[in-house]
């Protein structure tokens, strides 16, 4: 199955590209790697899930951010390889910042909502080295932030 139609047999779409706000850009290709700048909860061009897991939203809703972070990825990843996910040799590394109290301990259960997603979009190929740590702040005051790292 392609994971275009993995992606619709989950119910999911992947929304339009959103550019960077700073002096950056979304994503570096050398030679059969693929480098992910931080990447955020966006929608239609606005940061959804603003505020903190663990204080304004729970580990679920925590959850439901790092898999939209991943949708802009994959949809930065799609439009870098011509439309061809395909290309997807695997997944290597995410890193998974969450925005969080100091008192909050289940960043790995945050950063499941990502790394359950690469699972169910790229099967075996999508199982990824990981790291998760607590900030104490994220740009526009986000939920969630997550990085990636793809062999093509």
Do not use: W
């Not at 290309?87 to 790995?108: D, Q, S």
């Amino acid at each position: 199955m392609s994971v275009d139609a993995k992606l619709s047999s989950l119910g999911l779409t992947l929304p339009a590209v959103t550019m960077p706000a700073a002096n950056y850009v979304p994503y570096s290709i050398s030679g059969n790697m693929v480098y992910f700048s931080g990447t955020l909860p966006m929608k239609d061009g606005k940061p959804q899930f603003v505020g903190k897991i663990g204080a304004d939203f729970t580990v679920e809703q925590g959850q439901e951010c790092a898999r939209l972070c991943v949708l802009n990825i994959l949809s930065h990843l799609k439009n870098a390889l011509g439309g061809d996910l395909g290309k997807v040799k695997r997944v290597i590394r995410l890193g998974v910042f969450v925005n969080a109290p100091a008192e909050f301990t289940e960043h790995p259960k945050v950063a499941n909502g990502a790394s359950d997603l690469m699972v169910g979009v790229f099967g075996d190929s999508g199982k990824h080295a990981r790291f998760a740590v607590g900030v104490s702040g994220l740009p526009f005051g986000v939920a969630v932030e997550v990085d990636a790292t793809f062999e093509i």
